[in-house]
Each structure stands twice: as structure tokens, then as C-alpha cells.
């Protein structure tokens, strides 16, 4: 069975940074084509695609946000860490980590809140 | 172009049919995938590639494409399929993902 759970901090003030992390089981991050996506929705708006990283490496970022993101992966701990800088209010949202399989995205987590207060 | 266009919000009748559409320029060179997201869930893969149903995915759900549209299609739709229904693709780079503005689904 396919998991993917996200992890990080409920709260975040202005200009600080957010690290979250994203745990898998039941697949590998080293399987061949595949990889995970960071997603983010904004209370009652829509899902907007952050970044994602596949099994070879291969980085991309949204071109809107990639002064501000960085991705990574330890294979060792079935882990994918994405981390946004300069955090602000309108950053606030629930953000997702999903399992991308041959370019598409099948599996979600179930994501976790995060709010930009002061 | 970098945009996914969706209607804002679409209702059918309990039963009947209805089709959800996707406008992109970049839909003419990269698959559609649609996932529906129930309120305060996470979303779920319906189809993938144009029109592939993953595992356990009822038939009434299908996908078509054409040109630079692609469509969902709920044939009989059923009160549980009351949710927002988004539509992805790629850029026209092909490095990047875009989600459609979503589509709230209201079943009659």
C-alpha cells in the first residue's frame, strides 16, 4: 500500500522559512521514472503545483516560486524535504506531497495546514 | 501558453451526464489528468493519459481529448461525485506541472 505523509510546523511567522517533509511507504524513491510533487492550496482556492524531484535527481520548480524553494531527498529514510523561504501571509495554505509515476501524479498525502502569522 | 482554463462551476442532474472541460495550448502536446478533491480530502487521480481509469475508479468516469481541450465525462453522475474536479497537464516546456482552476461539480 502506497503512503505518503507530510510532516512540518503547524506555524510559521513572516520571513522565516518552512521546512516540511513528506514520508513514503510502499514504493521506492529510487524506482526508475519515478518521483514526488509538492502541491499547495490556498483555503477555498486551487491546487498549485510547487516542485518535484524524481528518482535520477532531475529538480523542477514552479517558475513563479523557484527563488524561494528548494527540494531534496534522502533515499535512506524514504523522505522528500521541501523548503520555502521568506514565508508570507498569502503562503498560507495546505500543502501536499504526492507520488508522481512516470510523470503522473496517482498518489496523494492527506497534507498538512500551514499558517503565516505573526 | 502556461494556463489550464476551467469552468468555475458546473451542476447535473442526478443521473444524467455531464463533461467538465480543460482549455490549454499545451494540452495539443501533453496528456490530461483529472483528479477529483471532496471537501476537506485530499484529491484523488480519476483519470490519467487522456482517458485511463486507475484501479478501482468507476466506469461512469472517462476522459477525451481534442486539439488543445480535454474533457472529463460523468456518465450517470451520483451524488458522491459532488466534489471539485481539477484538471493537469504540462507547460509547454514539458518541466513543469499546471493544475486548471478546478471545477465545482454540484449534483442536482
Known amino acids: 500500500q502506497v503512503t505518503l505523509k507530510e510532516s512540518g510546523p503547524e506555524l510559521v511567522k513572516p520571513t522565516e522559512t518552512l521546512t516540511l517533509t513528506c514520508t513514503v511507504s510502499g514504493f521506492s524513491l529510487t524506482t526508475a521514472r519515478m518521483g514526488v510533487s509538492w502541491v499547495r492550496q490556498p483555503p477555498g482556492k486551487a491546487l498549485e503545483w510547487l516542485a518535484h524531484i524524481f528518482s535520477n535527481d532531475e529538480k523542477s520548480y514552479s517558475p513563479s516560486l523557484k527563488s524561494r524553494l528548494a527540494i531534496s531527498k534522502d533515499t535512506s529514510k524514504s523522505q522528500v524535504v521541501l523548503t520555502m523561504t521568506d514565508m508570507d501571509p498569502v503562503d498560507t495554505a495546505t500543502y501536499f506531497c504526492?507520488?508522481?509515476?512516470?510523470?503522473?501524479?496517482?498518489?496523494w498525502g492527506q497534507g498538512t495546514l500551514v499558517t503565516v502569522s505573526s | 501558453s502556461s494556463e489550464l482554463t476551467q469552468d468555475p462551476a458546473v451542476s447535473v442532474a442526478l443521473g444524467q451526464t455531464v463533461r467538465i472541460t480543460c482549455l490549454g495550448d499545451s494540452l495539443r502536446t501533453y496528456n490530461t489528468h483529472w483528479h477529483q478533491q471532496r471537501p476537506g480530502q485530499a484529491p484523488v487521480l480519476v483519470i490519467y493519459n487522456k482517458n485511463i481509469r486507475p484501479s478501482g475508479i468507476p466506469d461512469r468516469f472517462s476522459g477525451s481529448s481534442s486539439g488543445n481541450t480535454a474533457s472529463l465525462t460523468i456518465t450517470g453522475a451520483q451524488a458522491e461525485d459532488e466534489a471539485d474536479y481539477y484538471c493537469t497537464s504540462r507547460d509547454s516546456t514539458g518541466n513543469h506541472v499546471l493544475f486548471g482552476g478546478g471545477t465545482k461539480l454540484t449534483v442536482l
Open positions: 504526492a507520488r508522481m509515476d512516470v510523470g503522473v501524479i496517482d498518489q
